[in-house]
């Protein structure tokens, strides 16, 4: 591990500005470090070799990212992981990319992820599952799995997400790195390839809380091309890193420490509690009683986006087309068998039937409905509390091949998270324990509308005190 790879993205950037080292040998060393270790945990979908001209400034300048491989960047492969855009080139930057380039961040390329972010660690995608750098056996979560990991391994100093049930928050629980999905409608979707369009929201994945608020400051904002980005002006994040968190009232819900909850994360989390405790912040046992409800009504709502969202590729306009079509139909309905993968197709089939007449009303309708009284539940809550503790996985990484065969289990893995799309709040899952095989533990702070920077405070002030976020993974490779 040389220095580099110890400092904050923020700290590479200062010394980028003080010329003690120069950006091209900064871009090429990480290079260098992906080409190494990607052979042997997948984490990477593609590298861009040799640095393009950085454009703009910032405290961030010089900093290499990695993105999720459904962010457009232009003039480069995005394939979501799906054998039906495998050779698909963006012909636009990402609202997202292009205020990254414009504040003068390099980006070094896309990472592995489920297909189209459909799952919960990476081995839904078409290049084959990606590896966890805490061990080699074990999932990197997902689908944002391969962003997580490439942090996580210290192969990028922070990375691009997307999070619509818990798609940055889960992996980087699992990695043991700081994911943040922010409120929905605070960063602009233009140039994601969208899955549930009520639900997706892109966000920062980073080894500490500094980084994080940094690069919030710039992804960020309100833009004209995102139909449902929020005209509301973003505060400094950087302005919350402060540890003073007295009197900040923190929430427990008691629906999320049930059944399921692995023992060593539930202890990990009551120690978090008591953290925030003597830290002299107010804890109080809440409720969120829809809770149950919550993976049904989620399942429903985004397979019905996600068929909707997916019909666009079709083998006449994107990507993959079948070379054995006999007439129009035949070309539509072999395309899609051929390019599309087992998961997505389960999500089409869910969705077309979820929203198709006759079933609409009991189905689509029936979640909708639900997904209220969920939002519902939150405002109450925080009537009475600035934000919320819960752990953000029920389990640590799991292994490789464990839950593949039952999608059931599989959905469960995000029962702690997809509320929050749900109810379009911000949340953060942060590095608290590592488990007795040195697997990290994660816990999640869920805040109020617009209200992210709570959550930097209250994070920020764990990470002071800690020193989770510092440990890095030996990597056997
Ligand atoms: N695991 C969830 C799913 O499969 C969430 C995915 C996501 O946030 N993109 O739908």
Redesign the pocket.
């Known amino acids: 591990m040389n220095k580099l790879e110890l400092s904050r993205a923020l700290d590479i950037a200062e010394k980028i500005r003080k010329k003690e080292i120069d950006e091209g040998e900064v871009y090429d060393s990480y290079v260098k470090k992906i080409e190494k270790v990607n052979p042997s945990l997948n984490i990477f979908v593609d590298v861009y070799p040799g640095k393009e001209r950085l454009q703009g400034d910032s405290p961030l300048r010089g900093v290499p990212i990695a993105v999720k491989d459904n962010i457009c960047v232009e003039g480069k492969k995005i394939t979501c992981a799906s054998r039906i855009l495998k050779s698909h080139i963006a012909v636009y930057d990402a609202t997202v990319i292009k205020r990254i380039k414009d504040n003068g961040l390099a980006v070094i390329g896309t990472t592995n992820m489920?297909e189209f972010?459909?799952?919960?660690s990476t081995e839904n995608s078409c290049y084959g599952p990606a590896k966890n750098p805490w061990n080699k056996d074990y999932v990197v979560g997902?689908?944002?799995g391969g962003s997580a990991a490439a942090v996580a391994a210290r192969l990028v100093p922070m990375a691009l997400g997307?999070?619509?049930?818990?798609?940055?928050r889960?992996p980087a629980s699992l990695c043991g790195v700081v994911g943040f999905k922010p409120t929905y409608g605070r960063v602009s979707r233009y140039g994601l390839v969208a899955?549930g369009s009520s639900?997706?929201q892109i966000g920062p994945i980073t080894t500490n809380f500094c980084d994080c608020a940094y690069l919030l400051n710039i992804i960020c904002g309100f833009d004209e091309r995102d139909s449902t980005s929020v005209k509301i002006g973003a505060p400094d994040f950087t302005r919350s890193l402060d540890d003073n968190i007295r009197d900040i009232k923190i929430g427990i819900p008691k629906e999320y420490f049930g059944e399921g909850l692995d023992g060593e994360v539930d202890s990990a989390i009551k120690k978090t509690i008591d953290f925030y405790k003597e830290k002299g912040a107010e804890v109080k046992e809440i409720s969120l009683p829809h809770t149950e409800y919550a993976v049904a009504t989620?399942?429903i709502i985004?397979s019905s986006e996600a068929s909707s969202n997916l019909q666009r590729f079709d083998g006449v306009r994107y990507g993959l087309r079948t070379g054995s079509a006999k007439d129009l139909k035949s070309l539509y309905l072999d395309s899609r068998k051929e390019g599309l993968g087992g998961e997505a197709k389960r999500r089409i089939f869910l969705g077309t039937h979820s929203l198709s007449s006759g079933y609409y009303d009991a189905y689509y309708l029936k979640a909708l409905k639900s997904r209220r009284l969920i939002k519902n539940d939150f405002d109450r809550a925080f009537e009475k509390v600035d934000a919320i503790l819960t752990p953000t996985s029920p389990t640590p990484a799991f292994k490789i091949g464990e839950k593949t065969d039952d999608p059931l289990l599989?959905?469960l893995?995000?029962i702690y998270?997809?509320s929050v799309?749900l109810a379009g709040l911000p949340a953060v899952s942060f590095p608290c324990a590592f488990t007795k095989g040195n697997l990290p533990i994660g816990a999640q702070l869920i805040g109020r509308e617009f209200q992210e920077d709570t959550l930097i405070k209250l994070g920020y002030a764990f990470q002071e005190s800690t020193d989770y976020h510092k440990r890095i993974p030996e990597l056997d490779l």
């Open positions: 489920d972010a459909f799952g919960s997902g689908s944002s997307s999070d619509t049930g818990g798609s940055i889960q899955f639900l997706d989620y399942y985004a599989m959905y893995s995000d998270t997809i799309n």
